[in-house]
Every structure is written in C-alpha cells, then in structure tokens.
T-cell receptor, first 116, second 115 residues
C-alpha cells in the first residue's frame, strides 16, 4: 500500500518561532498533496492543496503568508508555520495522491504542534 | 456551501451490539462519499468509498449506504468489538476542475465499545 509519513510527529515551540513540518510519500510519487488542520474533537479542515511544481491553493480564511507550503518534489511537501502563536496549536495532517484526478488519498499520521 | 454533519457526536455501546452512524450533507452534488476511521492522535484510515451512482458498499462487518437525493449516508457496524473503538469520519468529495477532488469532512462520531 501507499505510505505517507510526517516529521516530526510532535513539536513544542515558543511563541514567535517558525516550525517546519515535512510530509513524504514513501513509496509513490504524489502529484497532489493536501494539508489539513484538526482541533480537538473537531473535523479536519482543509488548509491548502498543492500540486508539484506550482503554488499552493489556499482555502478561504487561511493566511498564505503564515502557513507557507512548498511542494518542490513529487515525494515531499513542507508546511512552515511562521511566527507561531498559541492559537496555532493543533494537529496537522497531510494527505497525498498519485494523480490529479485520482480519488484515493493517502493520509499521514499527523503532527501535533504545541506553541507555548 | 457544502456542510457535513455527523450524528451522534459520541456513542458508547457494549461489545456485540450492531450500531449505525449517521452522516448528512447539504449539497447533493457530490462526486462520492467516504468513511474513515481515526484512532486517537493518529491519521486517517479509509474504510469505505461509495461513488455517487452507488447505493452501498460492504467490507467485512461494515456496510455503508448512500442516499444522495436526501443527502444522507449511514455506516452500519455489525457485532461491534472493543477494537472498533475510534472516531469515525464521513467525508464527501466535490470535484473542482483545477484542484481535482476536494474532501469535506464531518466532525466525526467518537465510538467506544465496552468489553
């Protein structure tokens, strides 16, 4: 099966610092990757969609300058939370799929971010 | 705007019971609907995917139905086991030309199966 990994699995940082989260497709090439955010007891909210080699498409209400997404290769996408604040504390999950029109999305295990 | 609602938010049952989880969506123009399982602090595992033209899908003790016209889906779990304890998420997929499929999730039903 297709495996998606995330690193780190959890991170604690001070307010004002930047944090980078990596998402890798381990055994397939991912044309499209998605980043989601999940608050406790709540649903997954799509933050942005990125296609390899092009700029990410952000959902309404998501600050593109605060959540920088880079999808530089077919196996790696990164999410950088810039100048993190306590309200950015959340569970961040990435997802990847092989082809633009393919339905099947493979989800990573998530990254827990705590901003102090 | 598509909204997905899951009822109940939490459910606790004794082992062996058959149970039904409900999902409703406001816009019937969906591409397909998918049920996922999420264990605490973990990512998502896909359980069943129902295309918009289908009425149901089955996998083992799981059966999912779809009534697109009424905007409803149910996930039926037969003979529940403690290992079924998890949060179950329903998601509908819209097709957006320049983004491919986009999943919109419900808030989930947290299931606890007691031994």
């Amino acid at each position: 099966g297709a495996v998606v990994s995330q690193h780190p699995s959890w991170v604690i940082c001070k307010s004002g610092t930047s944090v980078k989260i990596e998402c890798r497709s381990l055994d397939f090439q991912a044309t499209t990757m998605f980043w989601y955010r999940q608050f406790p007891k709540q649903s997954l909210m799509l933050m942005a969609t990125s296609n390899e080699g092009s700029k990410a498409t952000y959902e309404q209400g998501v600050e593109k300058d605060k959540f920088l997404i880079n999808h530089a290769s077919l196996t790696l996408s990164t999410l950088t939370v810039t100048s993190a604040h306590p309200e950015d504390s959340s569970f961040y999950i990435c997802s990847a799929k092989r082809a633009f029109f393919q339905e099947t999305q493979y989800f990573g295990p998530g990254t827990r971010l705590l901003v102090l | 705007k598509q909204e997905v609602t899951q009822i109940p938010a939490a459910l606790s049952v004794p082992e062996g019971e058959n149970l039904v989880l409900n999902c409703s969506f406001t816009d019937s123009a969906i591409y397909n609907l998918q049920w996922f399982r999420q264990d605490p602090g973990k990512g998502l595992t896909s359980l069943l995917l129902i295309q918009s033209s289908q009425r149901e899908q089955t996998s083992g003790r799981l059966n999912a139905s779809l009534d697109k016209s009424s905007g409803r889906s149910t996930l039926y779990i037969a003979a529940s086991q403690p290992g079924d304890s998890a949060t179950y998420l329903c998601a509908v997929r819209r097709f957006i030309y320049n983004q491919g499929g986009k999943l919109i999730f419900g808030q989930g039903t947290e299931l606890s199966v007691k031994p």
